[in-house]
């Protein structure tokens, strides 16, 4: 199994940044993608940034230009450095990695952005 602990999350005022970051641990090996998903209140839980196995990546039109994601193999680490964020951001940003068709999710950390 894998296993994946998030946190950087907090409370910031609009415009202000943050830093996740996720810690992998278990049969990390074999990983395809890796990725933040995010869940507002009443809402369903949206894919934000995923950086698959070759380096490339892909991010959610809404935080194109203001969210960079990567990862350290190294320290089996993957993190989402987030800019200029908006009260929309306001969501539990979770982890998310895929492993031989499997996705696995951590517990998720609360980022709030005041107006």
């Known amino acids: 199994q894998v296993e994946l602990v998030e946190s950087g999350g907090g409370l910031v005022q609009a415009g202000g940044s943050l830093r996740l970051s996720c810690a992998g641990s278990?049969?990390?090996?074999?990983?395809?993608?890796m990725g933040w998903y995010r869940q507002a209140p009443g809402k369903q839980r949206d894919m934000v940034a995923i950086i698959i196995v070759n380096g490339s990546t892909n991010y959610a039109d809404s935080v194109k230009g203001r969210f960079t994601i990567s990862r350290d193999n190294a320290k089996k680490m993957v993190y989402l450095q987030m800019t200029n964020l908006e009260p929309e951001d306001t969501a539990v940003y979770y982890c998310n990695v895929r492993r031989i068709s499997r996705y696995y999710w951590g517990q998720g950390t609360q980022v709030t952005v005041s107006s």
């Open positions: 278990g049969n990390i090996f074999a990983i395809s993608a």
